[in-house]
């Protein structure tokens, strides 16, 4: 992502996140880790529904399934019992657990990279504001400061 925008090798991860809007990747990890079990509680398949379910309700950290399940929970402050019900949605859980925890000193550096990366990319919309320098300047601290 830092060569598609042209930034900084060392900006912060943070900021490529919010700047994409995207999850980091530990937390995309553990919302597909949720679906898999979560498809797994909800399959059609007797054993896979039963063995799921036991691993949630009884199994806990004796089970791979288990351990991820408490893990998840833990992580994302909910009970792991609700990945029985069928509509537990674990991906507003993920992105709301994750905007919570965004700084707003943090969104509002992303709200000014933004601007400056659009000054850099159409120079006429500042022409008499901000040199080309001053865009770079500006640009890399926001990145790396």
């Known amino acids: 992502m830092r060569r598609v925008w042209n930034l900084p090798f060392n900006t912060h991860c943070d900021i490529l996140f919010e700047l994409s809007n995207a999850l980091p990747v530990y937390d995309v990890i553990c919302k597909r880790v ?61 992105w709301n657990n994750y905007l919570s925890n965004v700084s707003a000193e943090l969104l509002a550096n992303v709200s000014v990279l933004k601007d400056f990366l659009l000054f850099r990319d159409k120079p006429e919309l500042c022409a008499e504001m901000f040199n080309t320098d001053d865009i770079t300047c500006s640009i890399t601290v926001l990145c790396t400061g």
């Open 34 to 94: 949720l679906s898999f079990i979560t498809k797994c509680v909800h399959s059609d398949c007797y054993i896979v529904k039963a063995v799921a379910r036991h691993a949630i309700l009884h199994g806990h950290m004796t089970s791979p399934i288990g351990r991820s399940a408490l893990y998840c929970g833990l992580q994302f402050k909910f009970d792991i019992g609700r990945l029985l019900d069928p509509r537990f949605d674990y991906c507003s859980l993920v």
